[in-house]
Every structure is written in structure tokens, then in C-alpha cells.
């Protein structure tokens, strides 16, 4: 998709252009979110986005679950929940877009889909705390990915890159001081650095052999599981339908190469720590960081700016915590809220103006969710605004 600047935007959309471009299933802007086409499609795709969720949900809950017969209610209660927030999301967005043209006489570049992508991420109040704070954490990813795109890093500067956040967060961890209450996605947190640990001596119990080894297999066998489901949930529908599917999808090569990365990572990460408390070389405080900058050089064996995204985030909320530790800056509602509110403005800015640099997951999401008809409405903003053809 071509890229629209904003001085070509304000050639092409005037004081009168009308705002009725936007949503071309009805002329009528108070009507539109009321039609029966608009609320179906939100309606459908928002269902068959969150469904395949809760239902891995449930599977993961259902042995733990002390009362079987609560967890379909539980299901639906979810699915209904995730398909009213797809509904007043959408509902902000578009209503927020001509109330900006009524206000502010004409569209602008800003108003068009920031603001009002800034005002639909309101609609996460309808979802529980925990799907609110797990929805910000996503979104803030997706943005991240989306600033990665942009920058446009060749694979060695994208490996050097998480070689040093790697580092970066390695250190962190090893030398925290509490256990961190907060929802983070990084996959390995190493132990915590004892003060009082004895020279030359490592960790663990086991033979270093042995802990290394363990180390690579189980977190193989966690990037292999992650990828497969991150490959199943979409096309769960075709698989229904087709189950040859799920048996191609289980042997698909990004799988084991994914599951080496993640895998590599570790146990690189563990034998070098090893070596390095087995040695004199640095400073106990600063072996996490050593060994977190070489185990790093892994990146290259699957770059996956994924992971790098969620190396970046996972450092910038510990950055955070700290900082809010010492200012003495009370976690609340607010600070969640607005974050989640600027990066869907943000990413639905770059959905319109910058497709090919927007995150996948929440272009794709944001397709799925509406029944592609999000996509509809670029397609018509371009042809009728732009005469460009998408």
C-alpha cells in the first residue's frame, strides 16, 4: 500500500470533503453506527477473533478448574464481553471521526484516525483488569514492532540490537532486588544473584552439563509451542474444517527454527554464566550482562523482531518500575488507560498512512475484528480521497 504524506493529504482532502467516505455503508453519520452491515461485521468478526482465544483459555484452565460446570458460562460471558468491546470501539472510532468534521469544519490529518483511534481505546473498560492490563502490554508490543518496522534495520544491526538489550536486560534481572509483580513477556528470568553467593560456584545443583542441557530443551520445546499456537489460533476455522491442516502446521520449519532460537538463547545464556562463576573475570554483578550481550548473538539464527520487541518492552517496564520505586509513583488505572488509548491511535494512524510498516498482529487483528471491513473503508478513503486503488 502506498504511503500518504501529509502535505499530499491536504492537497487531496479540502474544508470540503465530507466525511462520508469513511463510512461508505451509509451516507448518514448518526445512522451509520446503527446499520445492520456495520453491526455485523463488527459482531462476526469480533467473535471469531476473541472465540479460538477463550477456548485455548479454557483448555488451559480446565484441569485447575475446582468447578467444570462454570467454565462454558465463563466462556460465553468472555465471548459476549469481547464482542461488546469490539462493538463500542468501533462505534468510538467512527462516531468520534464525524463529530471531529462537525467540530472542527474539515478533516485533518490527525483527526481522521489518531484522535479518534486515541478515544475507541476507552472500549477496553469493558474488559476485565486483567484482560486491560494484558491488552496494554500487546498494544504497547505492537507499537513498538511498528517503530522497529520503520526504522528498517538489516538483520545484523536488528542482532546487535538485541545483543544489547539482551545485555541490558540479563543485568537487570539478575540483579533485581524483589520479585516483580507486573505482567512482563519475556520467556527466561534468570535467578536472582545471591549477595552472599561464594566465589567460584555456580547456581545450581546439577552438573553444569546437565543444567545447560535442560535449559535448551525446555525452552525449545517452549518457542516450538509458542509458534504453533501463534500459527494455529488464526487459522483454527480451517482447521475445523480441514484437520490434515493441524498436522502440516505442527511440522512447519519456522517452528523448530523459532524453537532453536529461543532454546540457543538460553542455553548459551546458562553456559556462559557458568563460566563466568566459575571464573574471576568479572564482577558478579556484571556477569548477567556479559553473558546476556553473547548469548544474544543467537538473534541470528531466526531474527525475529517478535522477540526483540518483547526484549525492548519487558526492559522499558523494568526501567519503569524502578523509576516508580524511587519517585515513589503509585501504580494506577490512569497510567494503563492512557498508554493502551495512545497506542491504538497510534497504530491505526499507521494502519492508514503507513500499512506496510504497521505491526502485523494488529492489522491483522484489527481485519479479523471487523470482518474486514476496516480494510473496506481504506479501500473507499483511497479511492474517493487519493484516486488510488488498493
Given at each position: 500500500?502506498?504511503?500518504?504524506?501529509?502535505?499530499?493529504?491536504?492537497?487531496?482532502?479540502?474544508?470540503?470533503?465530507?466525511?462520508?467516505?469513511?463510512?461508505?455503508?451509509?451516507?448518514?453519520?448518526?445512522?451509520?453506527?446503527?446499520?445492520?452491515?456495520?453491526?455485523?461485521?463488527?459482531?462476526?468478526?469480533?467473535?471469531?477473533?476473541?472465540?479460538?482465544?477463550?477456548?485455548?483459555?479454557?483448555?488451559?484452565?480446565?484441569?485447575?478448574?475446582?468447578?467444570?460446570?462454570?467454565?462454558?458460562?465463563?466462556?460465553?460471558?468472555?465471548?459476549?464481553?469481547?464482542?461488546?468491546?469490539?462493538?463500542?470501539?468501533?462505534?468510538?472510532?467512527?462516531?468520534?471521526?464525524?463529530?471531529?468534521?462537525?467540530?472542527?469544519?474539515?478533516?485533518?490529518?490527525?483527526?481522521?484516525?489518531?484522535?479518534?483511534?486515541?478515544?475507541?481505546?476507552?472500549?477496553?473498560?469493558?474488559?476485565?483488569?486483567?484482560?486491560?492490563?494484558?491488552?496494554?502490554?500487546?498494544?504497547?508490543?505492537?507499537?513498538?514492532?511498528t517503530v522497529l518496522n520503520q526504522l528498517q534495520m538489516s538483520v545484523p544491526k536488528e542482532t546487535l540490537a538485541f545483543m544489547l538489550v539482551s545485555g541490558a536486560l540479563m543485568y537487570t534481572l539478575e540483579n533485581r532486588k524483589d520479585d516483580f509483580k507486573f505482567l512482563y513477556l519475556w520467556f527466561y528470568t534468570p535467578q536472582r544473584r545471591a549477595k552472599d553467593k561464594q566465589n567460584d560456584t555456580c547456581i545450581h545443583n546439577e552438573s553444569c552439563f546437565k543444567y545447560v542441557y535442560q535449559g535448551f530443551v525446555k525452552y525449545f520445546g517452549l518457542g516450538y509451542a509458542i509458534n504453533v499456537i501463534r500459527?494455529?489460533?488464526?487459522?483454527?476455522?480451517?482447521?475445523?474444517?480441514?484437520?490434515?491442516?493441524?498436522?502440516?502446521?505442527?511440522?512447519?520449519?519456522?517452528?523448530?527454527?523459532?524453537?532453536?532460537?529461543?532454546?540457543?538463547?538460553?542455553?548459551?545464556?546458562?553456559?556462559?554464566?557458568?563460566?563466568?562463576?566459575?571464573?574471576?573475570?568479572?564482577?558478579?554483578?556484571?556477569?548477567?550482562?556479559?553473558?546476556?550481550?553473547?548469548?544474544?548473538?543467537?538473534?541470528?539464527?531466526?531474527?525475529?523482531?517478535?522477540?526483540?520487541?518483547?526484549?525492548?518492552?519487558?526492559?522499558?517496564?523494568?526501567?519503569?518500575?524502578?523509576?516508580?520505586?524511587?519517585?515513589?509513583?503509585?501504580?494506577?488505572?490512569?497510567?494503563?488507560?492512557?498508554?493502551?488509548?495512545?497506542?491504538?491511535?497510534?497504530?491505526?494512524?499507521?494502519?492508514?498512512?503507513?500499512?506496510?510498516?504497521?505491526?502485523?498482529?494488529?492489522?491483522?487483528?484489527?481485519?479479523?475484528?471487523?470482518?474486514?471491513?476496516?480494510?473496506?473503508?481504506?479501500?473507499?478513503?483511497?479511492?474517493?480521497?487519493?484516486?488510488?486503488?488498493?
Amino acid at each position: 500500500m502506498p504511503v500518504i504524506s501529509k502535505e499530499f493529504f491536504y492537497k487531496k482532502v479540502t474544508s470540503a470533503t465530507s466525511c462520508n467516505v469513511v463510512h461508505y455503508w451509509e451516507k448518514d453519520c448518526l445512522k451509520k453506527n446503527f446499520s445492520w452491515f456495520f453491526l455485523k461485521s463488527v459482531v462476526l468478526g469480533s467473535g471469531r477473533f476473541f472465540l479460538p482465544v477463550y477456548m485455548f483459555k479454557l483448555a488451559l484452565n480446565y484441569k485447575k478448574a475446582k468447578n467444570k460446570k462454570n467454565l462454558l458460562l465463563d466462556l460465553l460471558l468472555s465471548e459476549a464481553r469481547g464482542i461488546i468491546y469490539g462493538i463500542v470501539m468501533s462505534q468510538l472510532f467512527f462516531g468520534t471521526i464525524c463529530f471531529n468534521r462537525a467540530l472542527f469544519g474539515r478533516l485533518y490529518y490527525y483527526t481522521i484516525f489518531f484522535i479518534p483511534g486515541f478515544i475507541s481505546g476507552l472500549s477496553v473498560l469493558v474488559e476485565s483488569k486483567e484482560n486491560q492490563i494484558l491488552d496494554a502490554l500487546i498494544f504497547f508490543n505492537s507499537l513498538v514492532e511498528t517503530v522497529l518496522n520503520q526504522l528498517q534495520m538489516s538483520v545484523p544491526k536488528e542482532t546487535l540490537a538485541f545483543m544489547l538489550v539482551s545485555g541490558a536486560l540479563m543485568y537487570t534481572l539478575e540483579n533485581r532486588k524483589d520479585d516483580f509483580k507486573f505482567l512482563y513477556l519475556w520467556f527466561y528470568t534468570p535467578q536472582r544473584r545471591a549477595k552472599d553467593k561464594q566465589n567460584d560456584t555456580c547456581i545450581h545443583n546439577e552438573s553444569c552439563f546437565k543444567y545447560v542441557y535442560q535449559g535448551f530443551v525446555k525452552y525449545f520445546g517452549l518457542g516450538y509451542a509458542i509458534n504453533v499456537i501463534r500459527s494455529l489460533l488464526p487459522r483454527m476455522g480451517g482447521i475445523v474444517t480441514k484437520p490434515s491442516l493441524f498436522l502440516k502446521l505442527l511440522m512447519d520449519k519456522s517452528n523448530f527454527l523459532f524453537g532453536l532460537l529461543i532454546g540457543s538463547y538460553t542455553g548459551l545464556y546458562k553456559l556462559i554464566s557458568c563460566y563466568l562463576n566459575r571464573s574471576s573475570l568479572l564482577k558478579d554483578e556484571f556477569k548477567g550482562l556479559f553473558a546476556g550481550v553473547l548469548s544474544g548473538v543467537t538473534y541470528a539464527i531466526y531474527p525475529s523482531v517478535q522477540v526483540l520487541v518483547i526484549a525492548i518492552t519487558t526492559l522499558l517496564q523494568l526501567m519503569y518500575d524502578y523509576i516508580a520505586k524511587s519517585l515513589n509513583i503509585k501504580d494506577n488505572f490512569w497510567q494503563r488507560q492512557l498508554l493502551f488509548m495512545f497506542c491504538n491511535g497510534y497504530l491505526l494512524h499507521n494502519r492508514m498512512f503507513f500499512s506496510e510498516t504497521c505491526s502485523p498482529y494488529y492489522r491483522k487483528m484489527i481485519d479479523v475484528c471487523t470482518n474486514n471491513l476496516s480494510r473496506q473503508v481504506i479501500s473507499s478513503i483511497f479511492k474517493n480521497y487519493f484516486n488510488i486503488l488498493i
